[in-house]
């Protein structure tokens, strides 16, 4: 394909897309003449190459497209939908010439008289006294066609095909003229819609056409002989070009050399009197058009400042300027070692100059996005058209710029995201209306920058996720079971729409069904280092927000040492550092050989670099001191143990080479700014490897899939443990205040019962049964203990094994007491502990005090609404030891049924996520009326996103507290309470 | 071919016009007592020794990475590859540096040598008693005055993708 086609397809195709946005935004205001001007250019444009090229199906389609903005342009027609309509028709239809184009390189055959027809028809019609001017196909469009015969009676106007071949005479004609430097002097400072619509409009008076002419400052201008004749020459050649019939042409020409000596400037004060035919080409433009004007200027103006340039230079370019900027940091290193060298103040300048230029190319790869929503808008139009609805597309900061890699990535399911909100979401006007929200839906974008981020939100005010119909859908694709649909939230349920093969549309339209889902869009923008996440409101409508990197190519990492080899750990998935030291308040401690860390009260799991890399051994270690660098990936959190943290640097990232790729625990490797080239630690690959989150499917997408809906999953840290026969043990790691080892002599029997002196307390340790007596013997005993206040308790076990993160089912209610059940943790049936059991063991008095206290002094009655026996199961017991007394019941209809029967609580603890009446509708319920209207209610949650937490404030919940946190949860409680006594 | 410090080839090229048969030049290397050769048009550079950051957890033949130009060049160590004893200690490898699949790779071997020019009447293929491990890096031999030359097939050497070794 030669460069010029190129370029031309390249143009136009730009020139398509802004058309396609200012029509629509013209069928919106349709007043708007600069609007309609741009447009009309814009066309006019597109047509004017496609002459210039030779390609004669294009250019009959782009005319008479033009033809009828032309039409519009002039007011004798008006801006309709049907107009909007039949022009982005004929929009289209360029667009799938030049696809064919593009591929062959030769514009494919093909018949367009029927658009072309109805575009005529319509600009005809506009005009409503001219029913006889029968579309003809205008002899560009079908040169092959039979030439008009010549009738007698007719003007030459109708003989030659009306306004349509006139315009394309005026167009080829027009195009030469512009190329002849003899008569640039003639139009010298008109603008080029000046000068073609005063041609085209004299020509066609000129053969009897209408005279929609009027004084124009072009016909006065003078001429001379020659350039007269060099005029008509170019006439002549458009007419044989045009295959305008013989007889006809020469009548044409006859009548142009009539007016010769007009044009030729025998009398210059006639013309300044403006009598019509004047001119060498003759006569009369339409009313000068300010607009057109200016237009033209501006597009000129823009022209001259930008140019195309290859996006493969660019990324070229981009390369070099990497590399130059690893260069300079080089140069600047060794600088440093020599203060006073003289070439300080030159390598200052190259560092500056260095600096500037990589930013300069930086931006050269920035694009706004409005550049991939540039379809968004016609897309609506189209879609509300076919769908019959009414929707508004708002698009907000347009202008944000990102990089064109990034941009590329995220334009289709951009595009995917739209069309679905418009297609499922928005509803039709008159189910709007019975909603009572108004007619028009609207669709939001918004886009803008956070923090090395770029946050893009899709936002529509439709009917929202159909709750039910996702839950349909989960079932027939086996994707979940009934059971764990019931423990699912409802955005649990939601995050399903993200998954392959998932629409809930349930009738494919021509919109939907395209075979891209929203896992495609979710996988799109994972694949870029992004997220997606969504909130939906059924009945009010759906959030999209997603936060994507400003590029791909620098990231910012901080750079670690382990074992004297540094490695890059990306910045975005680093929470903290934390330095440990064994003589420190903070130390590494080690469960069975897994390095943990007790950090604000939690465990945190750590990952040692020097094992997972089979780095040198421990031993080999100069300093005691660890840094943890504490990494977050999904809602996990852990550490990695490092012995050195340097600095954070800007790293580009360089994909590894093949025989490295399997190694899942690096994501590239950089060169840093002293020229060593270091790996980059791959964050999610090192938890993966670690068994620490994976749960047995190796794909990554799945991985991912799990990893989110852990979110919601009330997946836990569980601590398991080996203590006695049977299976292992597994309690919440939240509820084990610390590990520990005691020696075993030191055990003492007190009271019949096993006691060791731990922090200055006598502290009672509670074997599970079947456990062996092991006072008095050697070695070291671990202890879980459970604390709570001032008092502690110790689980004696035999061995701890490992934390895992793992969904809490209990599947198997337990039989014997101290277990809640049995549930599958890491591939193993495993028993659930009851804490409350064993703490009963160790201090009957807590539980001797719920029985015989509560009715002796004022009983602080809690009510607790959970449909999860687990967590009755473990808090009940729980808040009694901490001397409440608690009722538990299942499901709020329970709960409303004891408010109902004239139950007194002073205090009701509510789950959020419940089958059936969900917290929120049970809050609601209690606080609109009946005597519990004034009992504090504290929502219960394992997860507490910032919406729920306004939500839950909003129907009423006084309080909030995370179903782990136990201590946050005797804390509230105890306020609420006191509350209450101090208002009461 | 930036960076080639041999400059052999010229003296090379007057030897063998007189020869018959076809011409071609190789780069030659040695490790231990054995020579080798690549074509000279599959290398880009010639290394001396090099900072080498070691990648943990590769598989023993990548010895690490290296920092071209701003290009990221993984080496692989031709001993291990070949089945020979690791280079004794304190004793510095060289590199060639050569593409494969648009991918740099620098392979390491105890020297590099000058550029020859050898000629085809003076090649077989391999012998087949030759060791099977060479013989799979091997695309033949030529006979040299006094040694013999193993042409290396920077394909196969570079073809780590069916063995899913991991370390």
Redesign the interface.
């Known amino acids: 394909m030669d460069d010029l086609l190129s370029e031309f397809l390249t143009e136009t195709n730009e020139n398509l897309a802004v058309l396609d946005v200012e029509l629509v935004k013209l069928e919106q205001n349709p007043n708007d003449i600069d609007l309609l001007s741009n447009i009309f250019r814009l066309v006019h444009t597109v047509k004017g190459t496609c002459g210039f090229l030779g390609l004669p199906r294009l250019e009959s389609v782009a005319h008479a497209g033009e033809n009828v903005l032309g039409k519009v342009r002039d007011g004798e027609l008006e801006v309709t939908p049907q107009a909007v309509t039949l022009i982005l028709a004929c929009l289209d239809r360029i667009r799938s010439i030049m696809g064919d184009l593009e591929a062959s390189g030769t514009e494919p055959a093909g018949d367009d008289s029927e658009l072309i027809k109805s575009l005529n028809a319509f600009a005809d019609g506009g005009k409503a006294a001219a029913p006889a001017a029968a579309p003809a196909p205008t002899p560009a469009a079908a040169p092959a066609a039979p030439a008009p015969e010549v009738k007698s009676g007719a003007s030459i106007y109708e003989q030659i095909g009306g306004m349509g071949t006139v315009d394309a005479v005026v167009e080829v004609m027009f195009n030469r003229v512009m190329g002849d430097l003899r008569l640039k002097s003639v139009f010298e400072g008109d603008s080029i819609d000046h000068v073609q619509g005063y041609m085209r409009e004299h020509l066609a008076k000129m053969c009897g056409g209408p005279d929609t002419s009027a004084p124009h400052p072009i016909a006065g201008r003078a001429m001379s002989d020659e350039q007269f004749d060099a005029l008509c020459g170019h006439l002549q050649a458009a007419l044989n070009t045009l295959e305008v019939p013989q007889q006809i042409a020469a009548m044409i020409m006859g009548m142009v050399y009539a007016g010769r000596e007009e044009a030729t400037g025998s009398a210059p004060a006639i013309v300044e009197a403006a009598p019509p035919p004047v001119e060498a080409k003759p006569v009369k433009a339409a009313a000068p058009k300010k607009e057109a004007g200016d237009g033209e200027a501006k597009e000129s103006a823009i022209a001259n400042q930008s140019i195309r340039v290859n996006v493969e230079l660019l990324e070229n370019l981009m390369t070099m300027v990497?590399?130059l900027v690893?260069?300079r940091n080089q140069v600047l290193q060794i600088l440093r070692k020599h203060k006073d060298s003289e070439f300080a103040a030159p390598l200052q300048r190259l560092n500056h100059v260095t600096s500037e230029l990589q930013e300069g190319v930086m931006k050269t790869r920035m694009q706004p996005i409005g550049n991939a929503w540039a379809k968004l808008p016609r897309i609506i139009r189209d879609l509300s058209h076919e769908l019959k609805k009414k929707i508004d597309l708002v698009m907000i900061g347009q202008e944000t710029e990102l990089d064109r890699q990034v941009l590329e990535m995220i334009k289709d399911p951009l595009t995917h995201m739209v069309r679905n909100s418009a297609d499922h979401a928005i509803e039709t006007p008159e189910e709007r209306r019975r909603a009572g929200k108004p007619e028009t839906g609207k669709i939001t974008l918004n886009a803008y920058h956070e923090g090395g981020h770029i946050i893009i939100e899709v936002v529509d005010d439709g009917k929202g996720l159909a709750l039910d119909k996702i839950k349909a859908k989960i079932l027939q694709n086996n994707l979940a079971t009934e059971a764990e649909l019931e423990n699912m939230s409802d955005q649990q349920i939601q995050q399903y729409i993200f998954k392959a093969g998932f629409s809930t549309a349930a009738k494919v339209t021509s919109v939907s069904g395209r075979g891209v889902g929203m896992d495609v869009v979710r996988t799109n923008i994972e694949k870029i280092g992004g997220t997606i996440e969504l909130r939906s409101v059924e009945g009010k409508g759906t959030t999209f927000s997603i936060k994507i990197p400003l590029t791909l190519a620098i990231v910012s990492a901080l750079v670690v040492e382990c074992a004297n080899?540094r490695f890059a750990i990306p910045q975005i998935s680093v929470v903290e550092l934390v330095r440990a030291s064994p003589t420190g308040e903070l130390k590494v401690e080690r469960i069975n050989d897994t390095p943990v860390l007790r950090l604000r009260n939690k465990l945190l799991p750590l990952v040692s670099l020097r094992e997972k890399?089979?780095?040198e051994a421990e031993s080999d270690r100069s300093s005691d001191d660890t840094f943890i660098v504490v990494t977050q990936v999904g809602t996990y959190q852990f550490g990695i143990m490092v012995d050195r943290v340097f600095d954070t640097e800007e790293i580009v990232v360089?994909p590894v080479?093949?025989?490295?790729r399997?190694?899942e625990?690096?994501s590239g490797?950089?060169?840093l700014g002293d020229?060593?080239?270091?790996?980059i630690l791959d964050p999610n690959g090192i938890a993966a490897t670690s068994g620490q989150i994976s749960m047995g499917d190796a794909e990554q997408a799945e991985k991912q899939a799990l990893r989110s809906r852990a979110h919601g999953d009330e997946a836990v840290p569980l601590l398991l443990f080996r203590a006695g026969q049977g299976a292992p043990k597994a309690v919440p790691l939240a509820l084990v205040a610390r590990l520990e080892e005691i020696e075993r002599n030191t055990i003492e029997h007190s009271n019949d019962r096993l006691v060791v002196q731990y922090r200055g307390q006598l502290m009672p340790l509670v074997p599970l049964e079947g456990y062996p007596d092991v006072t008095g013997k050697e070695g070291r005993q671990p202890v879980l203990v459970f604390s709570d206040r001032d008092h502690s308790m110790g689980l004696m076990v035999d061995e701890i094994v490992d934390i895992v993160e793992a969904k809490l089912n209990v599947d198997l209610a337990a039989e014997t007491p101290g277990r809640i059940g049995s549930a599958i943790i890491a591939g193993q049936a495993t028993d659930i502990i009851d804490t409350g059991f064993f703490l009963s063991q160790a201090f009957a008095d807590w539980f001797g005090s719920r029985h015989d206290d509560t009715v002796g002094r004022k009983s602080r009655r809690v009510l607790m609404v959970d449909d999860s026996a687990f967590f009755r199961n473990l808090l009940a017991p729980q808040l009694s030891a901490a001397g409440f007394s608690v009722t538990t019941v299942d499901s709020g209809d329970k709960a409303l049924e004891m408010a109902e029967a004239g139950e007194q609580f002073d205090l009701i603890i509510s789950d959020i996520e419940m089958p059936g009446m969900d917290g929120f509708a049970f809050c609601e319920a209690i606080k609109k009326s009946g005597h519990w209207q004034n009992t504090p209610i504290i929502a219960l949650s394992s997860h507490a996103s910032p919406q729920e937490l306004a939500k839950g404030r909003s129907v009423g919940f006084d309080d909030y507290v995370a179903k782990y946190d136990r201590e946050g949860l005797v804390h509230i409680l105890n306020e609420a309470l006191s509350e209450v006594r101090g208002a009461a | 071919m930036s960076g080639m410090k041999n400059g052999a080839g010229s003296e090379f090229s007057a030897a063998t016009s007189a020869a018959s048969g076809e011409q071609r030049d190789y780069v030659t290397m040695s490790i231990g007592d054995q020579m080798f050769g690549i074509p000279v048009l599959t290398v880009q550079d010639v290394l001396g020794p090099q900072?080498i950051?070691?990648?943990?957890?590769?598989?023993p033949e990548?010895a690490?990475?290296?920092?071209l130009?701003?290009r990221?060049v993984?080496a692989?160590d031709v001993r291990p590859r070949l089945g020979l004893p690791t280079r004794e200690g304190g004793k510095s490898a060289m590199s060639v540096v050569v593409e494969h699949?648009g991918?740099l790779?620098s392979l390491l071997v105890d020297s590099v040598g000058e550029v020859l020019s050898l000629n085809s009447r003076d090649y077989q293929r391999n012998p087949p008693t030759l060791n099977p491990r060479l013989r799979e890096f091997s695309d033949g031999i030529y006979r040299l005055n006094g040694s013999l030359l193993v042409v290396l097939s920077v394909g196969s050497l570079?073809d780590?993708?069916t063995r899913?070794e991991?370390?």
């Open positions: 990497s590399e690893l260069t080899e890399l089979k780095l360089k080479a093949p025989i490295l399997h190694i625990v690096f490797n950089t060169i020229g060593s080239v270091i790996m | 900072n950051a070691r990648v943990p957890l590769a598989p990548v690490g990475s290296l920092n130009r701003g990221i993984t692989i699949d991918e790779y570079l780590f993708g899913p991991v370390a």
